[in-house]
């Protein structure tokens, strides 16, 4: 039984409970005399029933058994390891919850097959920028330790159903996995290293846009990884784009925006500036799913939105379409 079911059913019973005690008037309550020195006569609950309140203390339950859907249309609750089981979608209303760059690493590579590449960069302040009382360069210490990740992209190479190829993944849990020097600079090498090997690059794309903390130099990787792209085309190598929730901004406005081959996640956000932005800026309502990864697919911006479960078989099998061929075991990223 699911446990909202669970819960609910437990308050249902407590509501019962309130309603079926005795409302007679004072005077018609035939009130027990109490023997002298005894207990206290204690009347039968009308319904003495197992509650689960009555043995389950707040303090003996793990706060991260449940998880509570992301969707606020739905906001079940989970439990944990049948969410994990399930790739972190939720089994009700198939929302798809936002996953770390190692979570989604471990989730499309064969196991133990990646490999980093330019894993060293490290992002500097080059304006000295101040954000809400915050240097850049704090901000930068605080989401590194709280990642354990030196920056928002982690690329490299591994193996998808025994398919090598090369793959970056944002993680939008650092700094919105906005696109400062460093993500722009890790991308275009990832071209760069794919077009001297020719494996096919998948990038995991997840952001809210450019960094405004690196000002121009930012705005500049825009340009940067569009003109690796444009060599990568010409290389004939394939570039595939996986959109999740969210890919805004300028991300959706360079790298993102040219693969080959267009992927997204079910519901994910897409699209340049956020719909409230929008509707501010126009004046007017956008209908609702607008700039959601079907509403791109309707308009040609996707090619595909494929559920998480389906992505390793589907980008396996456009790998294989593409030409790459499966490699034998001990492969090590050579
Ligand atoms: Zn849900």
């Not at 997840?206 to 405004?212: D, L």
């Amino acid at each position: 039984m699911p446990i909202r079911d669970f819960f609910r059913r437990d308050a249902r019973d407590d509501g019962a409970q309130s309603v079926a005690l005795p409302t007679a008037p004072a005077s018609e309550v035939t009130v027990e005399p109490t023997p002298a020195g005894g207990p206290e006569a204690v009347p039968p609950h009308p319904r003495s029933r197992f509650s689960p309140r009555a043995w389950i203390r707040p303090r003996d339950v793990p706060a991260d058994l449940w998880v509570r859907c992301g969707n606020e249309r739905c906001r079940d609750l989970i439990y944990t390891r049948e969410f994990e089981k399930n790739l972190r979608v939720c089994q009700k209303c198939h929302h798809h919850a936002r996953l770390t760059a190692r979570e989604r690493l471990g989730q499309l590579l064969d196991e133990a097959s990646f490999r980093e590449e330019d894993g060293g960069l490290r992002p500097g302040d080059p304006l000295g920028f101040v954000s809400a009382g915050q240097p850049y360069g704090e901000k930068l210490i605080e989401s590194q330790s709280k990642s354990g990740m030196p920056e928002a992209i982690i690329c490299g190479t591994g193996l998808l159903e025994e398919v090598p190829l090369r793959i970056a993944v944002a993680d939008f849990s650092f700094m919105g996995a906005s696109m400062g020097s460093v993500v722009g600079e890790k991308v275009a090498r990832a071209v760069e290293h794919s077009i001297e090997d020719r494996l096919p690059l998948l990038a995991v794309c997840s952001s809210g846009g450019a960094r405004m903390h690196e000002g121009i130099f930012s705005l500049m990787q825009m340009a940067k990884t569009s003109a690796a792209l444009a060599q990568l085309a010409e290389a004939r190598v394939l570039f595939i784009c996986l959109l999740s929730d969210p890919t805004t901004g300028g991300v959706t406005a360079s790298f993102a925006g040219l693969g080959d081959v267009m992927l997204a996640e079910p519901g994910a956000l897409v699209g340049f500036a956020g719909p409230r932005v929008i509707e501010q800026i126009t004046k007017q309502k956008l209908p609702p799913g607008t700039q959601r990864a079907e509403f791109q697919l309707e308009h040609g911006m996707v090619d595909k939105v494929v559920h998480r479960r389906d992505l390793r078989p589907t980008i396996a099998r456009l790998l294989r379409l593409y030409g790459s061929q499966p490699v034998a075991a001990g492969w090590k990223g050579d």
